[in-house]
Antibody, heavy 120, light 108 residues
Framework: EVQLVESGGGLVQPGGSLRLSCAASGLTFTNYAMSWVRRAPGEGLEWVSLISGSGGDTYYADSVKGRFIISRDNSKNTLSLQMNSLRGEDTAVYYC?????????????WGQGTLVTVSS | EIVLTQSPGTLSLSPGERATLSCRASRSVSSSSLAWYQQRPGQAPRVLIYSTSSRATGIPARFSGSGSGTDFTLTISRLEPEDFAVYYCQQYGDSRWTFGQGTEVEIK
């Protein structure tokens, strides 16, 4: 069974930085692209970023491009999201998710999420 | 960027009734890239349907998906108490993933 466990959320001031992590188990981690998806209070789901299985390709939503950096350590089965220049609108629950391509593109496993609050 | 618009925003129904949720894309979407998710309060989302009409592992047969081009539908044939939740459609294209704004299915 795939397990994804996020950590690193918390309260941060506008302009500050935070690093989220996602520990993965129950899968051959390097075989899968991974993604971050967030849900702001009272809002819907928003895709944030994606990284290929090798880590060589990364993609970002326009709302975070230039401020967030996605990375992975395949030797430790860990996904990370470095968030810089944080804004109030980045306040959300952040989920990591395993990506399936090809036979129906989708996010097929999700963590429980970690809450990021950007406020002074 | 493709925009997905879901309707209605809220659907008020009773257990045992049929739910029909709509997802309209701003331009044509590949059927293989259209998925539906359910999110219950306090829980992570979970995939219900992928490739427009394929049920994910463990998803009951009362959930079905259909559509093509720009118009897609999620149908719940008979609502169970655990089905009252928020539902999202999602598409992938051009290295971008987008979600609809969600439809809340609430108990009438």
């Amino acid at each position: 069974e795939v397990q994804l466990v996020e950590s690193g959320g918390g309260l941060v001031q506008p302009g500050g930085s935070l690093r989220l992590s996602c520990a993965a188990s129950g899968l051959t981690f390097t075989n899968y692209a991974m993604s971050w998806v967030r849900r702001a209070p009272g809002e819907g789901l928003e895709w944030v970023s994606l990284i290929s299985g090798s880590g060589g390709d990364t993609y970002y939503a326009d709302s975070v491009k230039g401020r967030f950096i996605i990375s992975r350590d395949n030797s430790k089965n860990t996904l990370s999201l470095q968030m810089n220049s944080l804004r109030g609108e980045d306040t959300a629950v952040y989920y990591c998710a395993k990506v399936i391509y090809g036979s129906g593109t989708r996010f097929d496993s999700w963590g429980q999420g970690t809450l990021v609050t950007v406020s002074s | 960027e493709i925009v997905l618009t879901q309707s209605p925003g809220t659907l008020s129904l009773s257990p045992g009734e049929r739910a029909t949720l709509s997802c309209r894309a701003s331009r044509s979407v590949s059927s293989s890239s259209l998925a539906w998710y359910q999110q219950r309060p306090g829980q992570a989302p979970r995939v219900l349907i992928y490739s427009t009409s394929s049920r994910a592992t463990g998803i009951p047969a009362r959930f079905s998906g259909s559509g093509s081009g720009t118009d897609f539908t999620l149908t719940i044939s008979r609502l169970e108490p655990e089905d009252f939740a928020v539902y999202y459609c999602q598409q992938y294209g051009d290295s971008r993933w987008t979600f609809g704004q969600g439809t809340e299915v609430e108990i009438k």
